[in-house]
């Protein structure tokens, strides 16, 4: 594994990354050099090699003489001198060309061109584990290496989202399809049940920390911070050179206590030796507008039958509708009938009668309004992306921008995003190198108004406040309510007892996000001697983010607080205040004037050190040993602050009117109007890697790491862990007896085992105490508490996993390419939730006793399938399993921490499973439905708060168990057609939760309430329950069972599906076009990305599999069309 | 290495976040803040009582219905026995954190009144723990024979530990130890702030909420003298001014104005308030085992005084027919500025005058001191009486005439007290210490079932130890 090493003549000429390989090429030079072969007389030979295509010279190129340990490299100008006798053959081998052997003869001069070897070319041979760069030969982990033209996607703007499908062993959920908000990655599934199971991702040897951690579960929430989930969506994708997916633990060993998720290692471009070189990326995309014809909404003359039904029912009486808190046009009906008597010439605006009523809603019902053509648009974004890369021998530079505008596929949102990099690598002398990389992203991008969503455990759900997602509102929100009144303006309806229309919420009620993000990284290398090497790395990174939600007076948000009409309003708004200091009084308005201007800061300091000794050693050419030695630190403080300003007044020059009754209501509420947290990582850890190679034919490898961290609290016994690994590689290709089987290319077998880990959720490994405040009532009786937050567990510790690995690497044929892996993983000390004695004084303690099992199947293949003349046709399929179990978790889940869409932890199941309440037909009197409840019994009445859970039933798992991908290659002449799917299947989904006991006249309703039931009888044909009526409700009580509903087993669905990620058409120009223009090359494409989900559950209705409608800042990833324009001179 | 090592841990013993340290004296007072139960009791001890009754059209709730058919908790929820478990040894933990701090801090001296208080919060805990978890204290060998609770006086480092219930006797005599030598070291102006927080010594165990701690201690433990000792000590002034001004200020209270006055910091009978994490100030009145139309007029009518209550006047009633005195407000601890959800919080009075005064009465009847004891129920007569003249007060005649059933003057006296004090502290869960102390049965009906009566010795008069505590402490669970 530690094969680098570098020869004098070649260090420094050529690019560092791929010394690793060159040795390594030597070392198999050297492996295969036979003794006995002698040659009489030598001769100097020099010569030149270029590339067979551009005739450009090639550096870097391996010259070795056959049978022998004596080689060369080529230096920047593809020129390379050695001896050599004339009954020498050379052989001249680089990566991604064919090799070729020349006798030497009588000639002192050999000039090569090398033919690129077409089915090797995408292979890159070196892997990059952000320590070392290894031959791929050589290297003894589980590994996938993509190079940045098989990972980009034109007009995905992040690179998490490029790896779905595109690897093995890795599985990428778009949860949320919001710029900035990061998908759910998983490298070979999840390793903890508490922690959040994200891998680490490494940037040129740097750990890139997140700015904010969002867990795996937070992720799906749709809350604002979602929004600077993603660590790397401040990278621009066309600085990428290369990807490495590190997933085994003999991969990942030298990350030890991080690495227990796997680890992605982002290699940026560097600047090449020649000429500079201009490239031009532009992207010009589409986000096509969503239609209601893929989803099942109710059209308005069906929504209206169903109020009129409601109505019927005695569910939208007059009374009670034009009391409550929200209404739509049955609201508004009964609002003109009250209020809107002229006296002028005694008329009324509806005629309280039967046909005065029907004339009013007629005009709604025939509505029909197109939610999604009102909210949405087909947006244009547009990405430029420019490169400059020159330099020579002592100077390599490597600079870049981008810009990136997206307008909005809402009118709620639009994100601009600007990038810089720049780098150079500088040789001081033969020893010192020097390099210095700067990177920068700035992001202004404007969201609809949210706060985050709460749990709401007596009724079952999630509830957030003034909701405002234009994508939730399409599709809950009833089409027959209108945007525009008659005369085409604005028309209101009542939410919060306030008016509401959507796109005066929009226009007044906005989250700004803004984000200035900075790194700045120096390298320095020193050669001691021919085989010991110094590196250090260093690295600064801020980050800083500005969230302001701003509520503009007018805006529903602020009007509802302002609601105060009557007495039955001043009694159910809950956004007033009911003073203690009078009892008697009805609750007033605290908010007389202006808005909210609330803020949330989040900034993020990193530093990173890391100081390495390389060694390398060869033996007669037989024996290969190298070692790496090295030491690291990491320190990160995050803080996020937060200052909520009441009474801003936005329309009067920004001046604040503060109630101070708003501040004293806040505090009786115990809550501050402002408040900063600080949190602080640091972590420092030591190293040490061995590799022996014996003829490059049998490798072994093994690593130790130290960690210690802050994390787990103040006691130092737990904040050590060592890790380690061994493993081995065996090149079965280069032994003898495979000498009649040429058509296999290569053959490698892998295997490795070892322990790597994670720092767990538990922070107390001593006691922790939490300041506070005590929630009481009255200003005059609060103090100061410190609350013990948790105990001190003396035996916390890190979250474990032993790993086992085994894999084959081969290729046949010079066509296929087979790498398979399978491993089984051991997952312990993991941090669960027990319950406890309560003796001790935590009722509920995060100890680490759970344990998990896991395994899977890392399968990819790629074939060229045909090639002949000008056609080409490549396909490769990606396939990965993973299954995990829970074998020990004393954890007490109620009903409801296991039946939300999300899923919960238990025992004898996976990570997290989803569990049903087991629907059991309608009852036949109501129609209200019936399931199998905590005791066992056939009712209505679902306690889900309860801790009884065995009778819920188990549906499956929430993550997918295969997940992979296909693409196809289809090459023409120029032109390229790409077609991607990807797919995943082994896990079940929860519908979107649309059946509530009391619908209003807002309520949008999916078509299966067509079905309903209706009569007595309904309950044989049907499973779709009744819309209760007022008498069905009052006998119900307290009792729940359409939120129920919502959790039952009638309301899962599988979670397989196919969808059609990418097909994309590109051409390249011929060069005799170009020769006339100045431009070395140029193509254009076109990609349509996310067109068309082939198979998923027919039950989903539209709802997007990998989607979690949560509301907020969450949206799902849009079809996409983009043109994209490739120029380089 | 492992000099570098060593060399790191200075830089690794950063704090990761916002938490607090122990770095001040006044951050040892601000621990004690949480030495108290944030739990309630109220709950299930009231609807274990003979106060409530079944109202079919009240809320089903198994919080609700376990206790009144006095089963083991399906739910370990807020208001749960389990919960309130839990929440005693919380408050313990917290005291025994700052008793280790003062001692390893060299300079005890400092800390004496933060020592008591936490010596007397820790003793609180573990007797309301006791009275509730284990068999009632009777005085007789069975108390070296019961098994009691675990007595917790150090603050646990291991994820898991085993522990001892000891016997009812063992964990008297700490209590007693930790009281005795809590007591005499409080000092009631350590709890003052500095701001405008007037109202936070009644938070805190302050030398008369102490003392009637105390008064309870040894009324449960039938020392009389003990009792008498420390009740005439809460009262420095004419007992009257304590209690509650029921007959005159309330009576012309609203619901809302009655509900803030009982649990008022500045009300002068509230000796000891605590915010509990209880909803009971949202359920009381509407469960379906709750004190029904039925149940409030049999109380109200078991009146000695032959007078009338002005609990009558201030009740008022659902339309699932519960009769209530609206003596809790709830206040509800959102999640979010904006959300519904939150914790809800209920201010309980833990110690009243009106209770110490009862101790006393009782600990007179108890020594034959008759003429005192009525003496101290007609003060309490006096604020509760509608219209109070001297002849609603009681005298010996009158009261046998009341419970003709009753054989002594002992009885009769016990039998009115007892009364009156159910009545006193309907909805607050106190008549289930007296059914415990006296061995009253209690008799719950069931609409269209058969009734279900909890005898004098029966065995769930003592609440089961949660099942965790079996299973991961090693307790032995109470016999069934």
Redesign the interface.
Same mark, same amino acid.
């Given at each position: 594994m530690n094969s680098s090493g570098y020869s004098p003549e070649y260090f420094g000429a050529v690019l560092k990354k791929t010394a690793a390989l060159v040795l390594g090429l030597l070392l198999l030079a050297g492996a295969m050099a036979q003794a006995g072969t002698e040659y009489w007389q030598s001769n100097t030979i020099r010569g030149k090699v270029v590339a067979a295509t551009d005739k450009q010279p090639l550096p870097g190129v391996n010259v070795s003489v056959k049978g022998t340990s004596q080689g060369t490299i080529t230096d920047v100008n593809g020129a390379f001198q050695l001896e050599a006798g004339e009954n020498a053959t050379l052989v001249f081998s680089f990566i991604g060309y064919r090799p070729i052997e020349v006798p030497v003869g009588s000639r002192s001069t050999i000039d090569i061109s090398l033919e690129e070897d077409i089915t090797k070319l995408n292979e890159v041979t070196v892997v990059s584990t952000g320590y070392q760069e290894v031959d791929k030969r050589l290297f003894t982990g589980s590994v996938v290496n993509l190079s940045s033209a098989e990972v980009k996607t034109d007009g995905t703007m992040d690179v998490s989202r490029m790896l779905q499908g595109k690897a093995a062993g890795v599985s990428v959920q778009n949860v949320s399809g919001t710029f900035g908000a990061a998908p759910k990655i998983r490298v070979r599934g999840a390793t903890s049940i508490t922690g959040d199971n994200k891998p680490l991702w490494v940037v040129d040897g740097v750990v890139l920390e997140d700015v904010v951690n969002v867990s795996a579960d937070q992720l799906t929430t749709g809350d604002p911070t979602t929004l600077i989930g993603s660590s790397v969506a401040g990278l621009n994708t066309d600085d990428i050179e290369s990807i490495n997916i590190l997933k085994d633990a003999s991969a990942t060993a030298l990350y030890g206590a991080r690495a227990k998720d796997g680890v992605i290692v982002i290699k940026t471009k560097r600047g090449r030796v020649g000429q500079p070189i201009v490239t031009y990326t532009g992207n010009f995309s589409s986000y096509l507008k969503p239609s209601y014809n893929s989803f099942n909404m109710l059209n308005s003359g069906d929504q209206m039958s169903v109020y009129q039904e409601m109505e019927r029912k005695g569910l939208l009486n007059h009374s009670d509708v034009s009391r409550g808190p929200n209404g739509g046009v049955y609201r508004k009906m009964y609002d003109l009938i009250n209020d809107s008597y002229n006296p002028g010439d005694g008329t009324f605006g509806v005629i309280n009668s039967d046909a005065g009523r029907r004339e009013f809603l007629n005009r709604y019902a025939q509505a029909n309004t197109d939610w999604f053509d009102v909210l949405f648009r087909n947006s244009f974004v547009q990405e430029h992306s420019l490169g400059i890369s020159g330099g020579t021998e002592a100077s390599q530079l490597y600079f870049s921008t981008s810009y990136f505008n997206d307008n909005g596929w809402t009118i709620a949102d639009n994100v601009k995003r600007y990038t810089i990099n720049a780098r150079g690598t500088f040789k001081l002398s033969d020893k010192v190198t020097v390099g210095i990389l700067t990177t920068g992203s700035a992001r202004d991008q404007r969201v609809p108004g949210t706060?985050?969503r709460?749990?709401?455990?007596v009724e079952g759900g999630f509830?957030r406040?003034?909701d405002i997602n234009p994508f939730s509102y399409a599709l809950n929100t009833s089409r027959v309510l209108t945007p525009y009144d008659a005369n085409g303006k604005r028309e209101f309806f009542t939410r919060n007892y306030a008016p509401f229309n959507i796109l005066n919420e929009i226009d007044n009620n906005y989250i700004n996000l803004d984000q200035l993000d900075l790194k700045i990284q120096g390298e320095v290398g020193y050669k001691i001697s021919k085989s010991l090497r110094y590196d250090f790395i260093g690295a600064i990174r801020h980050v800083k983010t500005e969230t302001q939600h701003s509520v503009r007076e007018g805006s529903n948000m602020a009007e509802a607080y302002r609601a105060d009409g009557s007495a039955v309003v001043r009694a159910g708004n809950?956004?007033l205040y009911y003073n203690?200091d009078y009892?008697?009084a009805d609750p007033v308005v605290v908010l007389p004037e202006g808005g909210f201007y609330n803020r949330v800061d989040d900034k993020m300091m990193s530093y990173y050190l890391k100081n390495q000794l390389n060694w390398t050693h060869t033996i007669n050419a037989i024996h290969a040993i190298s070692a790496v030695a090295g030491?690291e630190?990491r320190?990160v403080d995050r803080r996020n602050a937060f200052n909520?300003g009441y009474g801003y007044q936005f329309s009067k020059g920004g001046v604040p009117f503060t109630d101070y009754r708003i501040i004293k209501q806040?505090l009786e509420?115990?809550?501050n109007y402002f408040g900063m947290?600080? +949190?602080?990582?640091?972590y420092?850890s030591?190293f040490a890697s061995g590799n022996y190679a014996y003829r490059g034919k049998y490798i072994v490898n093994a690593t130790s790491r130290?960690d210690?961290?802050?994390?787990l609290?103040?006691s +130092?016994g737990a904040?050590?862990l060592p890790t380690w690994n061994i493993s081995g590689a065996w090149n079965i290709d280069t032994e003898p007896f495979m000498e009649p089987y040429r058509w296999v290319d290569f053959l490698t077998l892998r295997a490795g085992y070892g322990l790597t880990a994670n720092a767990g959720s538990a922070?107390n490994s001593s006691?922790?105490?939490? +300041?506070g405040t005590?929630?009481?009532?009255?200003?005059?009786?609060?103090?100061?508490?410190? /609350?013990?937050?948790s105990?001190?567990?003396?035996?916390?510790t890190w979250e474990k996993q032993y790993e086992a690995n085994v894999g084959v690497n081969t290729g046949l044929f010079n066509k296929l390419t087979v790498t398979f892996d399978y491993y089984r993983r051991s997952h312990f000390d993991l941090i669960g939730v027990v319950?406890? +004695?309560?003796?001790?004084?935590?009722?509920y303690?995060a /100890?680490?006793?759970a344990d998990m099992k896991s395994r899977g199947i890392d399968l990819s293949v790629g074939v060229p399938v045909y090639a002949r003349g000008n056609w080409a046709w490549n396909t490769s399929v990606v396939f990965s399993q993973n299954k995990s179990e829970i074998t020990n978790l004393r954890n007490?889940p109620r009903i409801i921490d296991l039946v939300f869409p999300d899923g919960g932890a238990m025992q004898g199941y996976p990570v997290r499973g989803l569990f049903s309440v087991p629907f059991r037909g309608l009852d036949g009197r109501t129609g209200v439905p019936l399931f199998t409840n905590q005791d066992g019994e056939t009712s209505s009445?679902v306690?889900l708060?309860?801790?009884?859970t065995e009778n819920l039933k188990y549906e499956g798992a929430i993550d997918p168990t295969i997940t992979g991908g296909w693409s196809n290659n289809v090459k023409y002449k120029a032109f390229t057609l790409n077609v991607f799917f990807t797919y995943q299947t082994g896990n079940k989904i929860r519908l979107n939760p649309t059946f509530k006991g009391q619908y209003s006249d807002l309520d949008a309703m999916p078509r299966e309430f067509l079905d309903r039931w209706a009569l007595r009888g309904d309950e044989q044909y049907t499973s779709v329950p009744s819309i209760p009526a007022l008498t069905t409700l009052a006998e119900l009580?307290?009792v729940y069972p359409y939120n129920t509903y919502n959790y039952s087993s009638a309301r899962v669905v599988d979670g397989s599906f196919v969808r059609l990620r990418t097909v994309s058409l590109s051409y390249a120009l011929p060069s005799t076009l170009l020769s006339s223009t100045g431009f070395k090359n140029a193509s254009i494409s076109l990609t349509g990305t996310n067109l068309w989900l082939a198979y998923a559950d027919k039950k989903l209705y539209g709802q997007d599999p990998e989607f979690f409608s949560s509301g907020g800042v969450a949206m799902p990833v849009a079809k996409q069309i983009t043109a994209s324009v490739k120029l380089s001179f | 290495?492992t000099l570098?090592?060593a060399g790191?841990?200075d830089?690794?013993?950063?704090?990761?976040? @916002?938490?607090?340290?122990?770095d001040a004296p006044e951050?040892i007072s601000?621990?004690l803040?949480?030495a108290y139960p944030e739990a309630g009791y109220s709950l299930f001890c009231e609807v274990m009582s003979d106060n409530v009754e079944d109202n079919p059209s009240g809320?089903?709730d198994?919080l609700n219905a376990d206790p009144y058919f006095w089963r083991e908790g399906?739910?370990?929820?807020q208001d749960s026995p389990?919960n309130y478990?839990?929440g005693c040894?919380?408050?313990?933990?917290?005291a025994?954190?700052a008793l280790e701090y003062i001692e390893k801090s060299g300079t005890p001296e400092l800390f004496t009144a933060q020592r008591g208080e936490a010596l007397v919060a820790r003793a609180y805990s573990h007797f309301m723990l006791v009275t509730l978890f284990a068999p009632t204290y009777t005085g007789t060998g069975s108390d070296n024979v019961s098994p009691g609770v675990?007595y917790?006086t150090e603050?646990?480092?291991?994820?898991?530990?085993n522990?001892d219930r000891g016997t009812v006797k063992s964990v008297y005599e700490q209590i007693e130890k930790d009281l005795v030598e809590g007591l005499p070291l409080i000092d009631d102006k350590l709890y003052v702030?500095n701001g405008?927080?007037?109202?936070?010594p009644?938070?805190h165990f302050t030398t008369a909420a102490a003392h009637a701690f105390a008064s309870r201690f040894y009324l449960f433990k039938k020392d009389y003298d003990k009792v008498l000792e420390h009740s005439n000590a809460v009262f420095t002034s004419d007992v009257t001014n304590y209690l509650r001004p029921w007959n005159t200020t309330y009576a012309s209270y609203?619901a809302?104005?009655l509900?803030?006055a009982y649990t008022?910091?500045a009300t002068p009978s509230n000796l000891l308030?605590c915010?509990t994490l209880s909803s009971w100030a949202r359920s009381f009145y509407v469960y379906r085992y709750a004190t029904g139309a039925n149940k409030f007029l049999t109380m109200m009518q078991r009146n000695p005084t032959w007078a009338e209550y002005q609990y009558e006047y201030s009740a008022r009633y659902t339309n699932a027919g519960v009769y209530f005195l609206n003596k809790y407000?709830e206040?509800?601890?959102?999640?979010? /500025? @904006?959300? @519904?959800?939150g914790?809800p919080?209920t201010?309980v009075p833990l110690f009243t005058a009106e209770e110490v005064l009862f101790n006393r009465a009782e600990a007179r009847i108890m020594k034959g001191n008759y003429t005192e004891a009525l003496n101290d129920m007609n003060i309490w007569i006096s604020t509760r009486v509608v219209n109070y003249n001297g002849m609603d007060g009681v005298w010996m005649d009158k009261l046998a005439e009341t419970y003709p059933d009753k054989k002594n003057s002992r009885d009769v006296a016990l039998a009115g007290l007892l009364d009156m004090k159910r009545v006193e502290f309907l909805h607050e869960g106190m008549r289930w210490f007296d059914i415990l102390r006296h061995n009253i049965e209690v008799n719950h009906n069931v609409i269209g079932g058969k009734a279900e009566v909890l005898k004098g010795n029966d065995l769930r008069r003592v609440l089961q130890i949660?099942r965790?505590?079996v299973?991961?402490?090693g307790?032995a669970p109470n016999p069934r």
């Open positions: 706060v985050a709460q749990i709401d455990a509830n406040d003034f809950k956004f203690p009892p008697n030491q630190l320190s909520n806040l509420g115990n809550f947290n600080n +949190s602080y990582d640091r420092a030591f130290m210690g961290s802050n994390r609290g103040q +130092s904040r050590w922070t006691v922790v105490f939490r +300041s005590t929630p009481r009532p009255y200003l005059y009786d609060n103090e100061s508490q410190i /609350v013990i937050e105990l001190e567990n003396g035996d916390l319950k406890t +004695s309560g003796i001790g004084g935590e009722g303690k /100890v680490n006793y007490e009445n306690y708060q309860s801790l009884n009580g307290a | 290495m570098a090592i790191c841990d830089f690794l013993s950063k704090e990761p976040d @916002n938490r607090a340290s122990l951050k601000e621990l803040v949480t809320i089903q198994p399906t739910t370990t929820s389990e478990w839990n040894y919380t408050a313990i933990a917290s025994n954190h675990p917790v603050p646990e480092k291991v994820a898991f530990k522990y702030t405008s927080a007037t109202g936070v009644k938070y609203s809302n104005d509900a803030i008022n910091s308030l915010e407000r206040h509800f601890v959102q999640t979010g /500025v @904006n959300s @519904n959800t914790y919080y201010i949660p965790e505590a299973a991961t402490a307790l």
